[in-house]
């Protein structure tokens, strides 16, 4: 992202008053390939493709600032790959990927795992090697990388013995569980450190964890709070960027104890409430319907939208408008342009 975009954001998870309300969007892998007219396989695979859509979404959408930007991914697949899942590639969808474990009654065979090397260890490797090879091209267009990601600690757990049997161990294995969450909260925090080291300019972290939604308060207190506080608090003075759009409104309240200050959230929830909820100290990413209406609507049904988003927030602080979740497979140019077309 640019200096100025830059600038945006850091004003933004400060909390400043905006001349404007700015538009910010999460796009990875799902929606770009195809919106550029390449395979994910390409995409994934190819340096240069890769470099090529990153730029092309830039040139069709001058007014987006993108999160994180130029997103070296693999789908959900880099971080449950350093533990040896198996990665099914396919040529236009993401990657699937193949769980360690089928039963939480076998739980305990990835609390005895080692946890990943990110320089070593499944795709993690791959995608530093990548970041160092076109962090010289960001730089010659003027621009860096300011923002890394990692998906959360339950994310990663869940993927390597399915969401299902994640959230059983949870009641029936509650030791078992801390201690493979301890080992997939050290992975988040290595990979991002791993990122920014191979980066030059680095000074913000993106943590996408869904899972937490799917908790009771007493649940998020006890299996969520304490990992993902010891991630956000490992960076202090960096822009802090959580994403979770699951409709579960248990853990908005204790955002702000987080060092979070930047928070992209569901549709479904209305984003008033939303501000209630989180308080003042929170900037809002969102909250555009995803799919119903920024992929399968029309530039007039994103725009009613985005007008809605803006009259329910009722300021020009504390809030950039974006989808309510990341940018879905199929999304047209013409509605993400009607977004910024109205602020």
Known sequence: MNSNQWKIIKDCANLKDMDSVPVGLIVDSPWIPGYTGMSTMDYFTIPDKWWEANIKIRKDFPGIIFIPDFWVEFG???????????????KNKTPNINHIISSADDIEYLTGMKIPDPKTDGLMPVV??????????????????????????????????????????LKIYPEAVHMLL?????????????????????????????????????????FAHPYLKEIF????????????????TVYYGFL????????????????????????????????????????????ETVRDAAHKCLKSHGAKKGIILSAGGGVSPGTPGENIRSIYKIC
């Open 182 to 222: 301890k080992m997939t909260t050290t992975l988040a925090k290595n990979w991002l450190e791993a990122q920014a080291e191979v980066l030059s300019e680095v000074q913000g972290i993106l943590v996408l964890d869904d899972v937490v939604g799917f908790l009771s308060k007493e649940d998020y207190m006890e």
């Open 128 to 169: 530093l090697n990548l970041y160092e090879y076109i962090e010289k091209n960001v730089k010659n267009i003027g621009e860096s990388i300011k923002i890394v990601a990692a998906r959360g600690p339950l994310t990663t757990a869940a993927h390597l013995m399915g969401l299902t049997e994640f959230l059983v161990s």
């Open 76 to 90: 959900m697949a880099t971080e449950p790959s350093g533990f040896g899942c198996k990665v099914s590639f396919y």
């Open 256 to 299: 702000e104890d987080l060092g979070v200050n930047i928070f992209n959230f569901t549709h479904k929830q209305e984003i008033s409430k939303v501000k209630s909820l989180v308080g003042d100290k929170v900037c809002l990413l969102g909250n555009i319907p995803p799919l119903e209406v920024l992929t399968m609507g029309n530039p």
């Open 233 to 248: 608090s490992s960076f202090p003075g960096w822009v802090k960027i959580y994403h979770n759009d699951t409709d579960n």
